[in-house]
């Protein structure tokens, strides 16, 4: 008997700590981001990986921020079939607003199947991620010492871009 009640009591405490538990991920914006509980009124945002191409290679750029702070971490990585390429400068610009992406470290490059890529990350600050995606017509320009090249959204990127600024970056206030 005391068996039983102490395995109905046991069950019953497992049982309701399964409720206080907070989902550590929430998936919304049809996929363009996901929200992440850290703490007590702190939410870190993930923006999905947005394409823009050029006539020699593609860049997936995404972006890290938390509802907190001003800081905004920005990956990107390069995809190139034609020759390595390692930028010293990029810039994401939108006709209102251009904006280079500071403190760039490469973090990934690699040949893998006949394609470079390489992955570097950055800083812009929150402000300036709200100022870029008020317009979506966004075009992404890498520097170095020899070339210049530029990338260009396609009208679902475009959409996307509005669908972030529309429903996440507008609701965020810092």
Not at 84 to 97: E, L, Q
Not at 101 to 118: A, G, H, M, R
Request: one cysteine or more.
């Amino acid at each position: 008997m005391r068996i039983r009640t102490l395995c109905i009591v046991l069950l019953s405490m497992l049982f309701i700590s399964c409720f206080s538990i907070k989902p550590q991920i929430s998936k919304t914006g049809v996929n363009l981001w996901e929200e992440f509980y850290v703490s007590p009124g702190v939410i870190q945002y993930f923006i999905k990986p947005l394409p823009f191409k050029s006539q020699n290679r593609n860049i997936d750029i995404d972006f890290t921020f938390r509802n907190v702070s001003d800081s905004v971490t920005v990956n990107y990585s390069i995809f190139s079939e034609l020759t390595y390429f390692h930028p010293d400068t990029v810039i994401i610009s939108n006709g209102i607003k251009t904006v280079q992406i500071c403190s760039s470290i490469t973090l990934v490059s690699e040949i893998d199947q006949k394609k470079y890529k390489l992955r570097q990350s950055g800083k812009i600050s929150l402000a300036e991620l709200k100022i870029l995606t008020r317009n979506n017509n966004w075009a992404i320009t890498l520097k170095n010492n020899h070339e210049l090249d530029c990338f260009f959204g396609s009208i679902k990127t475009k959409d996307k871009i509005k669908s972030i600024n529309d429903n996440l970056v507008n609701q965020i206030n810092n």
